[in-house]
């Protein structure tokens, strides 16, 4: 449970930066070599390269090596946990929102005249 | 637009705290005090209204004092803003399985034999 959370403290910290998001959009739409990454961000590669690390290390990009390029694609995982997560707190608000309905129901069938 | 990607860099570091999702979770099931929702947490006060400032900065909670009782709400529109980003990728995704089941069709068809 407590690995649970810490990763999932990682994905949210992931999504945290408006370059992560970003990149996790444009592999969205297929794998990128790093430089074809970078490209649209007037950043240096070493600052650049932390936040590719980070969504590795976060579980969001897998990077593999050919040659001298390296190839960055997007996991499903941690959108799966972010889905869980929201639908996890969807659930506990319509339960809310249900026993709420249920109470106003109860209560007004209680007042109704005999 | 510039806003709006700060605004969603803290919606997500919001949720990148066990502390502060647990908090969102109890206020799911419905408004609480600060003692109330502080209870769980083997935490000094201080550290606990930390966490409480950053969901009320950043857009998650609600707080109101009446009397000596402050009483925390959740709010929705962090959560839409989370849904929409999770939507867009999803569409990026799709997107580009629709692109590769074209093209594998396309190339199907090219190949038929006349």
């Known amino acids: 449970m407590e690995q ?3 990763q999932l403290d ?3 910290q992931a999504l945290a930066d408006p ?3 970003a990149v996790l959009g444009r592999l969205g739409q297929g794998p990128a070599s ?3 990454l970078a490209q649209p961000f007037d950043m240096a590669l ?3 390269m932390k936040h590719i ?3 590795e290390d976060s579980g969001w990009i897998r990077t593999r090596k050919e040659g001298r390029v390296r190839t960055c694609s997007i996991e499903k995982k941690p959108f799966a946990a972010v889905e869980a997560w ?3 707190q969807r659930a506990l608000w319509e ?3 249900d026993r709420l309905e249920r109470f106003v129901a109860a209560s007004q069938q209680q007042e109704k005249p005999e």
């Open 46 to 48: 070493p600052s650049f």
């Open 19 to 21: 370059t992560r998001r």
């Open 4 to 6: 649970y959370h810490q």
């Open 86 to 88: 929201l639908s996890e």
């Open 10 to 12: 990682r994905v949210f």
């Open 34 to 36: 790093i430089s074809e």
């Open 53 to 55: 690390h980070f969504l």
């Open 95 to 97: 339960g809310r929102t």
